[in-house]
């Protein structure tokens, strides 16, 4: 009797776990996904020895471009799958990307270190895996993320500048010296400066990039000091580092990476 119970049990739990699509690579429609289709998927990762959650976004119309969208410090992958994010990827309509979102993990900055190769991660890993799950196309890709993850975009961005389109970077976790960073973001100093992406921002002048801040976000003298070095525009906003900051600029975001991906490849 037992037996059967735990028979039965687990049986429920498997429907369960395939109705969410979590970690069967099933597709699922959130209920304000407003006709977008989301692929729960997970990335056995060599280059950071670890499985990672991935979800891919495939807008009704399927999306031809590709947006690779890093998270900030701390959050899952679905912390931005919420209404105001679908709201403006369906204000695209047959112009919306296919959009990825990979997890980095909590704290790992998106970039080679002691712990992982968060980088190649990204790259070699993380875009081919969707590539091949959605079909968009290899030569429309652009890659942006939330603080830790705009830094993260920038980083890739400038190590590989011909493999994106553009990148953006909304309240990017930027600092001008090892000795301003926050506890965790690099393994000391040396690591920092094989990733100063304010020191490079010269090599990125004429690329296409994105920058914001709000006026009271913390980082603003690094993204300030990286757009003078890129000579790219930082658009301030009113408000802070914070949920409901991004929340009000998914449109315009999205926009750009669309406008982006429809004009390169092909």
Not at 12 to 35: C, D, F, H, Q
Not at 51 to 67: C, E, K, M, N, T
Not at 89 to 104: H, M, T
């Amino acid at each position: 009797m037992l037996r059967r119970l735990a028979i039965v049990a687990l049986a429920l739990i498997a429907v369960a776990s395939l109705a969410a699509g979590i970690a069967t690579g099933g597709s699922r429609e959130p209920a304000n996904a407003r006709g977008a289709k989301v692929l729960a998927l997970t990335v056995d990762s060599a280059a950071v020895g670890r499985r990672l959650a991935l979800r891919i976004v495939v807008p009704p119309g399927g999306g031809r471009g590709l947006l690779v969208f890093l998270h900030g410090r701390g959050v899952s992958v679905d912390h931005y799958l919420d209404d105001p994010f679908f709201k403006a990827l369906a204000a695209l309509g047959d112009g919306a990307p296919v959009v990825a979102l990979p997890s980095g993990g909590g704290g790992s900055y998106w970039h080679d270190r002691s712990d992982g190769d968060w980088g190649r991660y990204v790259v070699k890993e993380v875009i081919p895996r969707v590539l091949e799950r959605s079909g968009a196309d290899s030569k429309r890709v652009a890659i942006g993320g939330i603080s830790m993850g705009g830094f993260g975009a920038l980083d890739l961005f400038r190590l590989d500048p011909q493999r994106f389109c553009a990148a953006g970077a909304h309240s990017p976790a930027l600092w001008r010296t090892s000795g301003e960073t926050a506890p965790g973001a690099f393994d000391g100093a040396a690591d920092f400066s094989r990733h100063d992406v304010v020191g490079a921002a010269r090599r990125l002048r004429g690329r296409n990039l994105w920058l914001d801040a709000g006026e009271t976000d913390p980082f603003r003298p690094g993204a300030r000091a990286f757009a003078a070095g890129a000579r790219v525009k930082l658009r301030t906003y009113g408000g802070g580092h914070d949920d409901g900051y991004w929340n009000r600029h998914w449109d315009e975001y999205l926009r750009f990476y669309a406008r982006q991906l429809a004009r390169c490849g092909g």
